[in-house]
């Protein structure tokens, strides 16, 4: 059974890291959506441990708010947007991107990660896995309907390790136009995969959260990964 602990990465920033009985040696960079590092968040970190991986969970708002774990109902949707908002005004984009690094380098430096490291994150943790791909030395990266990748691609910000990206077919915060710019900008890339899910919407693989939740979406999603990060990290 994955053992559960609390990494202190910086003063005041802090990871929830799952390790593995038996860890691989490769490790899991996972970034949240944004409810936080809550249950949803946790269960795929318990999924990935399975997998043989650490997987560590930085506490992305950290420098607005400390802890957040939201419910995924109305409430809890609406005081993540106005976390994100918050944090967006507040938090300088060096200090985000210093952040993923800080994430990073705590990842490899822990006894049990002596492998490749993957950056893997959900909705706003998407953007985030994906930048921090961009900007650290990343192994592999999975980056679920995130809505500030094609922007960042368009800023120049492009990974060089094998990527994978999933969005859902009607989601109503990722334009279509903008899944397509993120495939013809990576259509040079023979190690990126893009994958949508027809008829799924926004965040389609939180089970936990009725108003999202796409299981047959997802039946086909979370394969995909698994087999990606096993292929990319025995590469």
């Known amino acids: 059974m994955p053992t559960t602990r609390i990494e202190t990465i910086a003063p005041s920033y802090e990871a929830t890291v799952v390790v593995p009985d038996e860890p691989s040696g490769h490790g ?12 949803f968040l946790l269960a795929k970190a318990a999924a990935l441990a399975q997998e043989g991986y650490v997987v560590s969970c930085p506490d992305v708002f950290w420098r607005v708010q400390q802890g957040v774990t939201l419910p995924h109902d109305e409430a809890g949707l609406q005081e993540g947007f106005a976390l994100v908002q918050r944090w967006s005004a507040e938090v300088a984009d060096a200090d985000k991107v210093d952040d993923l690094r800080a994430a990073l380098a705590h990842l490899r430096g822990l006894p049990e990660v002596t492998g490749k490291v993957a950056s893997v994150g959900y909705c706003l943790g998407g953007t985030l896995a994906y930048r921090a791909a961009a900007n650290g030395d990343v192994d592999a990266c999975v980056s679920y309907y995130g809505s500030g990748v094609a922007d960042l691609l368009a800023a120049g910000e492009r990974p060089t390790c094998p990527t994978m990206f999933h969005f859902g077919g009607q989601d109503p915060f990722i334009p279509a136009e903008q899944v397509e710019a993120i495939r013809k900008g990576f259509a040079d890339r023979d190690d990126v995969e893009l994958h949508v899910q027809p008829g799924a919407g926004h965040a389609f693989e939180n089970h936990l959260s009725p108003q999202f939740s796409n299981p047959d979406a997802a039946a086909v999603s979370w394969p995909l990964t698994v087999e990606f990060l096993a292929e990319t990290f025995e590469t």
Do not use: M
Not at 28 to 39: K, M, S, T
């Open 28 to 39: 899991v960079l996972l970034y949240q959506e944004i409810f936080g590092v809550n249950d």
